[in-house]
């Protein structure tokens, strides 16, 4: 299905005249082809940055260092004319608000129709042709009417589906679906959550959401992130048994678990901290001097001090 | 408190053949003070227009509803501006119920400007106590809406609205574009509000779980008719 995505010592800043925001700290990651990979985490906590670094889709104010690896390539290193020959055919996105997403302007033929005619260089009849076939494979009910209309004139979960067929129509090897259901009803989000299952089934892909159910049943191994880093690695059952207390924090925040609030952040974190001690039951008197590594627990990674006796320090 | 009467409302559709879409039938029920109301029910089923029609942003083809024993529709130019400092309502996206062209404070300066209401300085002591009480920091004061969190501009909103001392507010998907773990927090804090404050809510959502966890009674919107749901005790906080 196409190579690993593999990223190391990844920082990312945004530099700004008030003061820089290290939103990405040192993270290292690989992304296995053949799995499905969700990264969690609440707003501001560096998932979707991680996610479109991979695309190089940041802001011009980012300050990127470290490597991530594609193919055998470090995709940091391409310039703009390269990386628009990887986006779309090797590694795809499907964005955030597929309102948003869409050309108000154009019919939705026409926009399906020029990824195939940018991408495979199809001609206009080829690339129509070929629109219609992946509208039908999303389950669109009367492709030709939908093809013909502009996307103002489609409900959500039409509109969803559209954008989704933008992320594998050039067939590449990585999906990366950023918070595919953000602001979503729950039928919609279960009619998502479908329409990503197929995708899943036919290439690798990457999910940033905030959705813990929705990571749960499409990943396979799910990572957890919190103030830029990565603080909790494991399959898909780490929200049955969350080892790391901000993991616990956030399954116990869901509406199924009784909406327990966890205490709001704080504006200036200590960044020799793991982020969560002011709140945190666990603590020791390490956690408010020192950031913890990660430590493999039961064939997890937790970043977290009360992990420093029972498991193995990477 | 809030008292709703046989309210009917038809949106028309069409240029050339003019169409009638009846959203809201016959809709009545009331509100008591000092409880949460929710109002469940599909996408496009009518639900925010219902709340439009409440605060007076949007009017009733027939049906009165009545605020502290007055009739809305009936109020003058000078008691409706007071009826919306009573009355306020917290729009599903954050980012855009803030002027992305001023910064925090101007934000929440610019209702009690609006309203005429306190001195210059007052103003500023008020909207310092609000941003405290919503657990923010006044250093967020002199950010713009685009530097802020999606949480953080939520309870900028709901400090914004707390400047004006409302006794009635309407929550229509406040926490819908927020992730689960600042869902949480929101609701949380809105619950302490109302404790403190003695705060009314009409709480609208397509989330059954969330609208049966924060509130006391709860309507179903179908097919332009209201239902009623369920109408427990106070459940207490969390």
Known sequence: ?314 | MLKVENVYKTYNSGIVKRRQLPVLNDISFEIPSGISVGLMGDSGCGKSTLARILIGLLNADSGRVIFDGRDISELSGIEKKKFRRKMQIVFQNPESSLNPRMTILQNMLEPMIIQKLYSTTEQKSIVLEKIKTVGLSDNLLLRYPREISGGEAQRIVLARILTLNPSFIILDEPTSMLDMSVQAQILDLLKRLQAELNLTYLLISHDKRVVEWFTEQTYLLKNGTLHKERSEKHKGLS
């Open chain 1, 1 to 314: 299905m196409g190579s690993d995505i593999i990223i190391k010592n990844l920082n990312i800043k945004f530099l700004r005249k008030d003061g820089d925001i290290h939103a990405v700290k040192d993270v290292s990651v690989e992304f296995k082809a053949g799995q499905v990979t969700g990264i969690v985490g609440e707003s501001g906590s560096g998932k979707s940055v991680l996610g479109m670094s991979i695309l190089q889709l940041l802001p011009e104010n980012a300050e990127v260092s470290g490597k991530i690896t594609y193919s055998g390539m470090n995709i940091l290193l391409k310039n703009e004319k390269q990386m628009r020959e990887i986006r779309g055919n090797k590694i795809a996105l499907i964005p955030q608000s597929p309102s948003e997403s869409l050309n108000p302007s154009m019919k939705i033929g026409n926009q399906v129709s020029e990824i195939f005619r940018h991408h495979k260089r199809q001609s206009r009849h080829e690339a129509l042709k070929s629109s219609e076939c992946i509208l039908e494979e999303f389950h669109l009910l009367d492709v030709p009417r939908c093809m013909s209309s502009y996307g103002f004139q489609l409900s959500g979960g039409m509109k969803q589906r559209v954008v989704s067929s933008f992320g594998i129509a050039a067939n590449p090897h990585w999906v990366i679906a950023d918070e595919p259901t953000k602001g979503m009803d729950r039928v919609l989000e279960t009619q998502i959550t479908e329409v990503l299952g197929e995708i899943s089934k036919r290439t690798n892909m990457l999910i940033i959401t905030h959705n813990l159910m929705l990571a749960q049943e499409l990943c396979d191994r799910i990572i957890v992130m919190h103030n830029g880093c990565i603080i909790e690695k494991g399959d898909s059952n780490i929200f049955k048994n969350p080892l790391h207390p901000y993991t616990e924090g956030l399954v116990k925040s869901m509406p199924e678990n009784g909406m327990v609030p966890m205490p709001f952040a704080q504006q200036k974190q200590n960044n020799n901290s793991c982020g969560i001690c002011s709140w945190c039951h666990d603590k020791s008197d390490i956690c408010t001097m020192e950031k913890p590594p990660l430590f493999k627990v039961a064939g997890r990674l937790v970043r977290c001090f009360q992990y420093a006796q029972s498991g193995k320090r990477l």
